[in-house]
Protein backbone atom coordinates (compact mmCIF):
# COMPACT_ATOMS: atom_id res chain seq x y z
CA UNK A 1 0.00 0.00 0.00
CA UNK A 2 1.54 3.49 -0.78
CA UNK A 3 2.76 6.00 2.03
CA UNK A 4 1.25 8.61 1.01
CA UNK A 5 -2.26 6.44 0.74
CA UNK A 6 -2.00 5.86 4.76
CA UNK A 7 -0.45 9.18 5.13
CA UNK A 8 -3.54 10.95 3.75
CA UNK A 9 -5.46 8.78 5.62
CA UNK A 10 -4.79 9.04 8.68
CA UNK A 11 -4.35 12.87 8.84
CA UNK A 12 -8.04 13.13 7.94
CA UNK A 13 -9.14 9.86 10.72
CA UNK A 14 -6.56 10.08 12.95
CA UNK A 15 -8.98 8.91 15.45
CA UNK A 16 -9.44 5.66 13.85
CA UNK A 17 -7.79 2.37 15.66
CA UNK A 18 -5.71 0.40 13.72
CA UNK A 19 -7.70 -2.79 14.49
CA UNK A 20 -10.79 -0.69 12.43
CA UNK A 21 -9.09 0.48 9.64
CA UNK A 22 -9.31 -1.87 6.50
CA UNK A 23 -7.67 -2.02 2.83
CA UNK A 24 -9.02 -3.32 -0.53
CA UNK A 25 -7.07 -3.50 -3.73
CA UNK A 26 -8.28 -4.20 -7.22
CA UNK A 27 -4.97 -4.24 -9.84
CA UNK A 28 -5.26 -2.47 -13.04
CA UNK A 29 -5.07 -5.25 -16.19
CA UNK A 30 -4.48 -5.40 -19.63
CA UNK A 31 -5.54 -7.57 -22.24
CA UNK A 32 -2.95 -8.90 -24.45
CA UNK A 33 -5.05 -10.32 -27.03
CA UNK A 34 -8.96 -9.93 -26.94
CA UNK A 35 -9.35 -6.06 -27.60
CA UNK A 36 -12.91 -5.32 -28.56
CA UNK A 37 -14.50 -8.15 -28.61
CA UNK A 38 -15.94 -9.23 -24.98
CA UNK A 39 -18.87 -7.03 -25.57
CA UNK A 40 -19.53 -9.43 -28.40
CA UNK A 41 -19.00 -12.49 -26.24
CA UNK A 42 -16.24 -13.46 -27.86
CA UNK A 43 -12.62 -15.05 -26.03
CA UNK A 44 -10.28 -13.10 -24.44
CA UNK A 45 -6.69 -13.27 -22.69
CA UNK A 46 -5.43 -11.44 -20.12
CA UNK A 47 -3.06 -10.38 -17.19
CA UNK A 48 -3.62 -8.37 -13.72
CA UNK A 49 -0.58 -5.78 -12.57
CA UNK A 50 1.19 -5.39 -9.55
CA UNK A 51 -0.07 -2.29 -9.89
CA UNK A 52 -3.64 -1.37 -8.96
CA UNK A 53 -6.12 0.46 -6.94
CA UNK A 54 -6.40 1.21 -2.84
CA UNK A 55 -9.03 1.88 -0.75
CA UNK A 56 -8.20 2.41 3.09
CA UNK A 57 -11.42 2.30 4.70
CA UNK A 58 -13.72 2.29 7.87
CA UNK A 59 -16.68 0.76 8.44
CA UNK A 60 -19.73 3.79 9.23
CA UNK A 61 -23.03 2.74 11.21
CA UNK A 62 -24.59 5.28 10.22
CA UNK A 63 -25.38 4.31 6.11
CA UNK A 64 -23.30 6.98 4.54
CA UNK A 65 -20.35 7.27 2.23
CA UNK A 66 -17.54 9.67 2.55
CA UNK A 67 -14.77 9.25 0.07
CA UNK A 68 -11.97 11.35 -0.79
CA UNK A 69 -9.51 10.76 -3.56
CA UNK A 70 -5.57 11.38 -4.16
CA UNK A 71 -6.23 11.42 -7.93
CA UNK A 72 -9.34 13.75 -8.23
CA UNK A 73 -10.39 16.62 -6.09
CA UNK A 74 -13.79 17.16 -4.53
CA UNK A 75 -15.35 15.10 -1.75
CA UNK A 76 -17.89 12.46 -2.51
CA UNK A 77 -20.72 11.58 -0.09
CA UNK A 78 -24.07 10.38 -0.27
CA UNK A 79 -26.34 8.14 1.66
CA UNK A 80 -26.58 4.84 1.01
CA UNK A 81 -30.64 5.33 1.37
CA UNK A 82 -30.78 7.69 -1.07
CA UNK A 83 -28.05 6.98 -3.60
CA UNK A 84 -29.40 9.78 -6.45
CA UNK A 85 -28.50 9.79 -10.04
CA UNK A 86 -24.78 10.16 -11.53
CA UNK A 87 -23.13 13.62 -11.71
CA UNK A 88 -20.55 12.84 -14.06
CA UNK A 89 -17.82 12.84 -12.28
CA UNK A 90 -15.82 10.03 -9.97
CA UNK A 91 -17.58 9.79 -7.86
CA UNK A 92 -20.22 7.88 -9.65
CA UNK A 93 -18.25 4.79 -9.28
CA UNK A 94 -19.05 4.81 -5.81
CA UNK A 95 -22.82 5.44 -6.11
CA UNK A 96 -23.11 3.13 -9.43
CA UNK A 97 -21.28 0.26 -6.75
CA UNK A 98 -23.70 0.90 -4.17
CA UNK A 99 -26.52 0.85 -6.38
CA UNK A 100 -25.55 -2.13 -8.32
CA UNK A 101 -25.25 -4.66 -4.67
CA UNK A 102 -27.81 -3.06 -3.05
CA UNK A 103 -30.00 -4.63 -6.02
CA UNK A 104 -29.72 -7.54 -3.88
CA UNK A 105 -28.43 -7.13 -0.80
CA UNK A 106 -29.47 -4.57 2.04
CA UNK A 107 -26.80 -2.26 2.38
CA UNK A 108 -27.13 -0.35 6.54
CA UNK A 109 -23.32 0.18 7.31
CA UNK A 110 -21.60 2.63 4.54
CA UNK A 111 -17.73 3.51 4.51
CA UNK A 112 -15.41 6.16 5.02
CA UNK A 113 -12.04 6.06 3.38
CA UNK A 114 -9.13 7.78 0.95
CA UNK A 115 -8.70 6.40 -2.82
CA UNK A 116 -5.98 6.19 -5.14
CA UNK A 117 -4.59 4.98 -8.36
CA UNK A 118 -0.93 4.19 -8.20
CA UNK A 119 -0.72 4.91 -12.10
CA UNK A 120 -1.71 7.18 -14.49
CA UNK A 121 -5.49 6.94 -15.48
CA UNK A 122 -6.09 5.44 -19.19
CA UNK A 123 -6.54 2.15 -20.71
CA UNK A 124 -6.37 0.03 -17.79
CA UNK A 125 -9.29 -0.71 -16.40
CA UNK A 126 -8.90 1.57 -13.55
CA UNK A 127 -12.81 2.19 -13.73
CA UNK A 128 -13.45 -1.49 -12.79
CA UNK A 129 -10.26 -1.52 -10.29
CA UNK A 130 -12.49 1.63 -8.27
CA UNK A 131 -15.66 0.01 -8.56
CA UNK A 132 -14.57 -3.44 -7.43
CA UNK A 133 -12.81 -1.65 -4.09
CA UNK A 134 -16.10 0.03 -3.35
CA UNK A 135 -17.90 -3.05 -3.90
CA UNK A 136 -15.47 -5.62 -1.57
CA UNK A 137 -15.52 -2.20 1.31
CA UNK A 138 -19.28 -2.10 1.48
CA UNK A 139 -19.13 -5.89 1.11
CA UNK A 140 -17.05 -6.21 4.13
CA UNK A 141 -18.73 -3.27 6.04
CA UNK A 142 -22.44 -5.45 5.66
CA UNK A 143 -21.09 -8.91 5.94
CA UNK A 144 -22.26 -9.83 2.26
CA UNK A 145 -20.13 -12.78 0.33
CA UNK A 146 -19.94 -12.51 -2.97
CA UNK A 147 -18.42 -15.44 -5.17
CA UNK A 148 -16.27 -14.26 -8.22
CA UNK A 149 -19.01 -14.78 -10.78
CA UNK A 150 -21.45 -12.44 -8.49
CA UNK A 151 -18.38 -9.99 -8.23
CA UNK A 152 -17.64 -9.77 -11.62
CA UNK A 153 -22.05 -9.45 -12.71
CA UNK A 154 -22.24 -6.70 -9.94
CA UNK A 155 -19.49 -4.76 -11.00
CA UNK A 156 -20.53 -4.82 -14.42
CA UNK A 157 -24.04 -3.74 -13.57
CA UNK A 158 -22.24 -0.60 -11.98
CA UNK A 159 -20.58 0.67 -15.02
CA UNK A 160 -24.10 -0.47 -17.31
CA UNK A 161 -26.83 0.05 -15.53
CA UNK A 162 -25.56 3.16 -13.56
CA UNK A 163 -22.74 5.00 -15.02
CA UNK A 164 -23.90 4.46 -18.04
CA UNK A 165 -20.97 2.68 -19.89
CA UNK A 166 -21.28 -0.57 -21.91
CA UNK A 167 -17.91 -2.14 -20.93
CA UNK A 168 -18.34 -5.82 -21.09
CA UNK A 169 -16.93 -8.27 -18.80
CA UNK A 170 -13.01 -8.24 -19.97
CA UNK A 171 -12.08 -5.60 -16.69
CA UNK A 172 -13.77 -7.07 -14.40
CA UNK A 173 -12.91 -11.05 -14.90
CA UNK A 174 -9.68 -10.06 -15.12
CA UNK A 175 -9.22 -7.57 -12.05
CA UNK A 176 -10.97 -10.92 -9.89
CA UNK A 177 -9.99 -14.15 -11.68
CA UNK A 178 -6.49 -13.18 -12.96
CA UNK A 179 -3.31 -15.03 -10.73
CA UNK A 180 0.37 -14.19 -10.59
CA UNK A 181 2.40 -16.09 -13.92
CA UNK A 182 -1.22 -17.27 -15.86
CA UNK A 183 -2.73 -16.19 -18.51
CA UNK A 184 -6.39 -16.21 -18.32
CA UNK A 185 -8.51 -16.74 -21.26
CA UNK A 186 -12.28 -16.35 -20.62
CA UNK A 187 -15.30 -17.43 -22.84
CA UNK A 188 -17.33 -14.38 -22.29
CA UNK A 189 -20.34 -15.84 -23.31
CA UNK A 190 -20.95 -18.35 -20.93
CA UNK A 191 -17.98 -17.05 -18.19
CA UNK A 192 -16.14 -20.13 -18.42
CA UNK A 193 -12.07 -19.29 -17.97
CA UNK A 194 -8.79 -21.15 -17.41
CA UNK A 195 -5.90 -19.99 -16.28
CA UNK A 196 -2.73 -21.20 -18.14
CA UNK A 197 0.43 -21.43 -16.25
CA UNK A 198 3.81 -20.39 -17.91
CA UNK A 199 5.75 -22.92 -19.72
CA UNK A 200 8.74 -23.94 -18.68
CA UNK A 201 10.25 -22.95 -21.90
CA UNK A 202 8.76 -19.24 -21.75
CA UNK A 203 11.42 -16.38 -21.57
CA UNK A 204 11.69 -13.74 -18.85
CA UNK A 205 8.95 -10.72 -19.32
CA UNK A 206 7.71 -7.97 -18.20
CA UNK A 207 4.90 -5.70 -19.31
CA UNK A 208 5.38 -1.77 -20.16
CA UNK A 209 2.62 0.90 -19.73
CA UNK A 210 3.26 3.48 -21.91
CA UNK A 211 1.30 6.49 -20.68
CA UNK A 212 0.93 8.70 -23.30
CA UNK A 213 -0.04 11.91 -21.33
CA UNK A 214 -4.05 12.26 -22.37
CA UNK A 215 -6.11 10.41 -19.73
CA UNK A 216 -8.71 8.65 -21.32
CA UNK A 217 -12.63 9.07 -20.94
CA UNK A 218 -15.01 6.93 -22.73
CA UNK A 219 -18.16 7.91 -24.06
CA UNK A 220 -20.11 7.44 -27.38
CA UNK A 221 -16.98 6.24 -29.66
CA UNK A 222 -17.07 3.16 -27.60
CA UNK A 223 -20.63 2.69 -27.44
CA UNK A 224 -21.07 3.56 -30.69
CA UNK A 225 -18.48 1.16 -32.07
CA UNK A 226 -20.18 -1.21 -29.71
CA UNK A 227 -23.73 -0.98 -31.25
CA UNK A 228 -21.72 -0.93 -35.35
CA UNK A 229 -20.84 -4.95 -33.73
CA UNK A 230 -23.97 -5.21 -33.04
CA UNK A 231 -25.37 -3.66 -36.33
CA UNK A 232 -23.00 -6.30 -38.41
CA UNK A 233 -24.05 -9.42 -36.42
CA UNK A 234 -27.98 -8.45 -36.66
CA UNK A 235 -27.55 -7.85 -40.47
CA UNK A 236 -25.42 -10.94 -41.07
CA UNK A 237 -28.17 -13.03 -39.81
CA UNK A 238 -30.89 -11.66 -41.52
CA UNK A 239 -28.58 -11.97 -44.69
CA UNK A 240 -28.22 -15.72 -43.91
CA UNK A 241 -31.98 -16.44 -42.56
CA UNK A 242 -31.07 -16.60 -39.25
CA UNK A 243 -33.38 -16.35 -36.76
CA UNK A 244 -32.11 -12.74 -34.65
CA UNK A 245 -34.49 -11.62 -32.09
CA UNK A 246 -33.90 -8.46 -30.16
CA UNK A 247 -31.16 -6.24 -31.21
CA UNK A 248 -30.24 -5.72 -27.69
CA UNK A 249 -29.72 -9.70 -27.14
CA UNK A 250 -27.57 -9.74 -31.00
CA UNK A 251 -23.86 -10.40 -30.46
CA UNK A 252 -21.21 -11.63 -33.21
CA UNK A 253 -20.42 -14.12 -31.39
CA UNK A 254 -23.97 -15.79 -32.70
CA UNK A 255 -22.87 -15.44 -36.23
CA UNK A 256 -20.44 -18.47 -37.73
CA UNK A 257 -17.11 -17.18 -39.54
CA UNK A 258 -18.93 -18.78 -42.35
CA UNK A 259 -21.90 -16.57 -42.41
CA UNK A 260 -18.98 -13.87 -42.07
CA UNK A 261 -17.00 -15.12 -45.23
CA UNK A 262 -20.31 -15.43 -47.30
CA UNK A 263 -22.18 -12.08 -46.83
CA UNK A 264 -19.26 -9.46 -45.64
CA UNK A 265 -19.40 -7.86 -49.01
CA UNK A 266 -22.96 -6.89 -48.55
CA UNK A 267 -22.40 -4.82 -45.28
CA UNK A 268 -22.18 -1.17 -45.11
CA UNK A 269 -18.45 -0.59 -44.81
CA UNK A 270 -17.95 0.05 -41.28
CA UNK A 271 -20.01 -2.92 -39.96
CA UNK A 272 -17.22 -5.10 -42.20
CA UNK A 273 -14.74 -3.48 -40.64
CA UNK A 274 -16.05 -3.82 -36.99
CA UNK A 275 -16.39 -7.73 -38.25
CA UNK A 276 -13.28 -7.83 -39.77
CA UNK A 277 -11.93 -6.98 -36.47
CA UNK A 278 -14.34 -9.50 -34.48
CA UNK A 279 -13.70 -12.82 -36.56
CA UNK A 280 -9.79 -12.03 -37.03
CA UNK A 281 -9.03 -11.36 -33.33
CA UNK A 282 -10.91 -14.42 -32.46
CA UNK A 283 -8.47 -16.18 -34.28
CA UNK A 284 -5.25 -14.57 -32.69
CA UNK A 285 -7.31 -15.58 -29.74
CA UNK A 286 -6.54 -19.20 -30.42
CA UNK A 287 -3.45 -18.93 -32.18
CA UNK A 288 -1.75 -17.22 -29.02
CA UNK A 289 -2.99 -19.31 -26.45
CA UNK A 290 -1.22 -22.09 -27.87
CA UNK A 291 1.66 -19.80 -28.49
CA UNK A 292 1.30 -19.11 -24.78
CA UNK A 293 1.37 -23.09 -24.04
CA UNK A 294 3.89 -23.76 -25.35
CA UNK A 295 6.24 -21.06 -24.55
CA UNK A 296 6.31 -18.93 -28.00
CA UNK A 297 6.57 -15.33 -26.61
CA UNK A 298 8.37 -14.38 -30.05
CA UNK A 299 5.02 -15.94 -31.79
CA UNK A 300 2.53 -14.41 -28.96
CA UNK A 301 4.02 -10.80 -29.43
CA UNK A 302 3.32 -11.06 -33.21
CA UNK A 303 0.00 -12.00 -32.25
CA UNK A 304 -0.43 -8.73 -30.30
CA UNK A 305 1.14 -6.18 -32.96
CA UNK A 306 -1.32 -7.97 -35.23
CA UNK A 307 -4.06 -7.23 -32.71
CA UNK A 308 -2.74 -3.75 -32.27
CA UNK A 309 -3.10 -3.07 -35.91
CA UNK A 310 -6.73 -4.71 -36.18
CA UNK A 311 -7.65 -1.84 -33.67
CA UNK A 312 -6.43 0.85 -35.80
CA UNK A 313 -7.64 -0.14 -39.11
CA UNK A 314 -10.53 -2.01 -38.40
CA UNK A 315 -11.99 -1.35 -35.05
CA UNK A 316 -10.51 2.32 -36.05
CA UNK A 317 -9.49 3.32 -32.64
CA UNK A 318 -6.71 5.12 -31.68
CA UNK A 319 -5.67 8.70 -31.23
CA UNK A 320 -2.81 10.21 -32.37
CA UNK A 321 -0.21 9.70 -29.26
CA UNK A 322 -1.41 6.40 -29.15
CA UNK A 323 -0.77 5.54 -32.99
CA UNK A 324 2.55 6.75 -32.62
CA UNK A 325 3.85 4.88 -29.53
CA UNK A 326 2.16 1.31 -31.42
CA UNK A 327 4.49 2.21 -34.47
CA UNK A 328 7.97 3.39 -32.44
CA UNK A 329 7.38 0.22 -30.50
CA UNK A 330 7.40 -1.78 -33.87
CA UNK A 331 10.91 -1.17 -34.25
CA UNK A 332 12.03 -1.08 -30.57
CA UNK A 333 14.72 -3.66 -29.75
CA UNK A 334 13.08 -6.08 -26.81
CA UNK A 335 9.63 -5.13 -27.34
CA UNK A 336 7.53 -8.31 -28.27
CA UNK A 337 4.72 -7.21 -28.88
CA UNK A 338 2.63 -3.65 -28.45
CA UNK A 339 -0.80 -2.64 -28.81
CA UNK A 340 -3.47 0.03 -26.77
CA UNK A 341 -4.69 -0.39 -23.62
CA UNK A 342 -8.24 -0.32 -22.97
CA UNK A 343 -10.76 1.38 -25.71
CA UNK A 344 -7.72 2.99 -27.36
CA UNK A 345 -8.65 6.58 -27.64
CA UNK A 346 -6.34 8.33 -25.43
CA UNK A 347 -4.23 6.60 -22.21
CA UNK A 348 -1.75 3.79 -22.85
CA UNK A 349 -0.13 1.44 -24.82
CA UNK A 350 0.61 -2.01 -23.11
CA UNK A 351 3.62 -4.20 -24.59
CA UNK A 352 5.26 -7.72 -23.59
CA UNK A 353 8.61 -6.65 -23.12
CA UNK A 354 12.36 -8.47 -22.32
CA UNK A 355 13.15 -7.04 -18.83
CA UNK A 356 17.28 -7.04 -19.75
CA UNK A 357 15.98 -4.30 -22.71
CA UNK A 358 14.12 -1.91 -20.29
CA UNK A 359 16.95 0.85 -19.98
CA UNK A 360 17.20 1.07 -24.00
CA UNK A 361 12.80 0.37 -23.91
CA UNK A 362 12.35 3.52 -22.39
CA UNK A 363 15.16 5.85 -23.25
CA UNK A 364 14.14 4.91 -27.01
CA UNK A 365 10.11 5.04 -26.79
CA UNK A 366 10.10 8.44 -24.52
CA UNK A 367 13.43 10.32 -27.12
CA UNK A 368 10.79 9.02 -30.09
CA UNK A 369 7.64 9.86 -28.72
CA UNK A 370 8.78 13.55 -27.26
CA UNK A 371 10.26 14.71 -30.82
CA UNK A 372 6.36 14.10 -31.82
CA UNK A 373 4.75 15.25 -28.98
CA UNK A 374 6.95 17.80 -27.14
CA UNK A 375 3.75 18.79 -25.27
CA UNK A 376 3.70 16.21 -22.75
CA UNK A 377 7.25 16.21 -21.67
CA UNK A 378 6.28 16.08 -18.19
CA UNK A 379 3.54 13.81 -18.23
CA UNK A 380 4.48 11.06 -20.94
CA UNK A 381 5.84 8.16 -18.55
CA UNK A 382 6.54 4.67 -18.57
CA UNK A 383 5.90 2.26 -16.24
CA UNK A 384 7.31 -1.82 -15.77
CA UNK A 385 4.99 -3.93 -14.17
CA UNK A 386 5.17 -7.97 -13.52
CA UNK A 387 1.55 -10.09 -13.61
CA UNK A 388 -0.25 -10.60 -10.32
CA UNK A 389 -3.29 -11.60 -8.10
CA UNK A 390 -6.56 -10.45 -8.29
CA UNK A 391 -8.69 -8.36 -6.29
CA UNK A 392 -8.56 -8.85 -2.19
CA UNK A 393 -9.61 -7.17 1.11
CA UNK A 394 -8.41 -7.25 4.40
Same mark, same amino acid.
Given at each position: ??????????????????????????????? #?????? @???????????? @???????? *?????? &?? $?????????????? *????????????????? /? /??????????? $?????????? *?????????? &????????????? $?????????????????? $?????????? *???? +???? +??????????? %??????????????????? /??????????????????? @???????????????? !???????? %?? %??????????? %??????????? &????????????????????? @???????????????????????? #??????? !?????? #?????????? &????? +???????????? !???????? !????????????????? +??????????
Amino acid at each position: MPHTLEKQFTSLYPWAEKKDIHTAYAPYRVC #PLGAHI @DHQYGIITGFAL @DKGVYLRF *LVSTDG &AV $NIDSMNFPEHVSFD *LQDIGERQGNWGDYAKG /A /AYALSQNYELK $NGIKGVIKGT *LPIGGLSSSA &AVVLCYLNALCLA $NGIELSASELIKTALFAE $NGYVGINVGK *LDQS +CEVL +CKKQHLLALDT %RDDSFSLIPSSPSLPKFEI /AIFYSGVSRVLGSGYNTRV @DEAKSAAYSLKAFAGI !EYGLYKDT %RL %RDVPASVYDEF %RDQLPEVFAKR &AMHYFTEMDRVAKGIEAWKEG @DLETFGKLVFASGYSSIHAWETGS #PELKAIY !EISEHV #PGIYGCRFSG &AGFKG +CCMALIDPTYKK !EIEEQVTR !EYLQQFPQYKDIFSVHF +CKTDDGVRVE
